[in-house]
């Protein structure tokens, strides 16, 4: 249980160009998800949080114009990478939070993580 | 911002042996996780150790806290070339409970 999953694994694109990423919880139901990205041997930083039905929270220094996070329901959160340029060339991670472990209180904190998404942009 | 460090930034062990990694942190917290990374995949979750817990266990997995130090620790036990991933430990941010954040990672590589 608690599979997150995201598509496409990995996207390469040219400068300009826009490119979406998915990020779907298969068997649970998620209010909440992550974006975080990760650069080459570094470690994850959060960029926004991704709230079903509202606006995402985004991070301090995270462009929310250019990183344009949509939660449309509670299985599915895009993350749409505008006018890429090179410098976004990335490795993008989700997590989501399990709503039902949420609600009976048993919550660990814990995240559920999907695979990644690798962006190279040309 | 990042609040964990992790040392160290690498680890190179024969299979067989135990493997110790540690994470230091900045502010007060609640829990304290551990996930693990495979070159190039996303994160497993590992164990979450609580602030009033000391140490826990999971199989060959053993998490200490001291919270007086800031700082946890990370055991793996009889290691396998299967264990070689990077570990990273989580904390919650500062003032939001659901968000974590993660610690620079310590790339550890089990020598068959």
């Known amino acids: 249980g608690a599979v997150v999953s995201q598509h496409p694994s990995w996207v390469i694109c040219k400068s300009g160009t826009s490119v979406k990423i998915e990020c779907r919880s298969l068997?649970?139901?998620?209010?909440?998800m992550f974006w975080y990205r990760q650069f080459p041997k570094q470690s994850l930083m959060l960029m926004a949080t991704s709230n079903e039905g509202s606006k995402a929270t985004y991070e301090q220094g995270v462009e929310k114009d250019k990183f344009l996070i949509n939660h449309a329901s509670l299985t599915l959160s895009t993350l749409t990478v505008t006018s890429a340029h090179p410098e976004d060339s990335s490795f993008y991670i989700c997590?989501?939070?399990?709503?039902?472990?949420?609600?009976?209180?048993?919550?660990?904190?814990?995240?559920?993580f999907g695979p990644g998404t690798r962006l190279t942009v040309t | 911002s990042q609040q964990g460090e992790e040392d160290p930034q690498a680890l190179s062990i024969q299979e067989g042996e135990n493997a110790t990694m540690n994470c230091s942190y900045k502010t007060s917290i609640n829990n304290l996780q551990w996930y693990r990374q495979n070159s190039g995949r996303g994160l497993v979750h590992l164990i979450l150790?609580?602030?009033?817990?000391r140490e826990k266990h999971s199989g060959r997995l053993r998490v200490t806290l001291d919270t007086s130090k800031k700082s946890s620790s990370l055991l793996i036990t009889a290691s396998r070339a299967a264990d070689t991933a990077s570990y990273f430990c989580?904390?919650?941010?500062?003032?939001?409970?659901?968000?974590?954040?993660f610690g620079t990672g310590t790339k550890l590589q089990v020598i068959p």
């Open positions: 989580a904390t919650p941010f500062v003032g939001g409970y659901q968000k974590v954040t």
């Open positions: 150790i609580r602030s009033n817990e």
């Open positions: 068997d649970f139901q998620a209010t909440t």
């Open positions: 997590s989501a939070r399990d709503l039902n472990r949420d609600l009976a209180g048993e919550s660990s904190y814990e995240q559920y």
